[in-house]
């Protein structure tokens, strides 16, 4: 049976400031991949989504990026220079552009990925066995919640930011 939900303001206000001391932990990482790569955080985004889906399209980046078709193109033409990403026609729809990581795309993904997983894993070998059950039982359950939120407020992102302009 699942716990209900903390009725305590204060344990949802002290689980805000642990998720954002968490995430800054990880800024070190971000600023070197910045600096070494020279790409901003939204063409690392793109990257990935790339990489994950080989042959998406600008519409369907632009759609899951909540940015605007001339924003993904922009990012892409970047990408593209500096042949991190490749364009290619679609064989069987010649309106349609797929976009495919090049081999120095996935080199820099990779190196981005196994740079996160060292930092992150040398964290976690830190902590105890009691602790680091603990902290899986918790996100797990962060997980399982935000699917949930996802499904009840599928556009949280649009009402927590109200007026905010894609990309």
């Given amino acids: 049976m699942a716990s209900p939900p903390p009725t305590s303001e204060h344990a949802v206000d002290a689980g805000l400031r642990y998720i954002g001391e968490m995430f800054a932990m990880f800024d070190p990482l971000r600023f070197r991949a910045w600096a070494e790569l020279g790409l901003t955080t939204a063409q690392l985004r793109v990257l990935f989504h790339v990489r994950n889906d080989p042959g998406v399209t600008a519409g369907e980046l632009a759609s899951r990026l909540s940015v605007t078709p001339p924003t993904i193109s922009g990012i892409v033409d970047r990408l593209v220079k500096l042949s991190l990403i490749r364009r290619e026609d679609d064989e069987s729809d010649r309106r349609l552009v797929r976009n495919h990581l090049t081999g120095q795309g996935e080199s ?23 602790d680091l059950e603990a902290f899986m039982v918790g996100l797990k359950a962060f997980i399982k919640a935000s699917a949930y939120v996802s499904t009840v407020e599928p556009n949280l992102a649009v009402v927590a930011m109200p007026g905010s302009s894609p990309g």
């Fill in 108 to 130: 820099a993904c990779s190196r981005l990925e196994r740079g996160s997983e060292i930092f992150t894993r040398r964290i976690l070998v830190e902590m105890n066995q009691a």
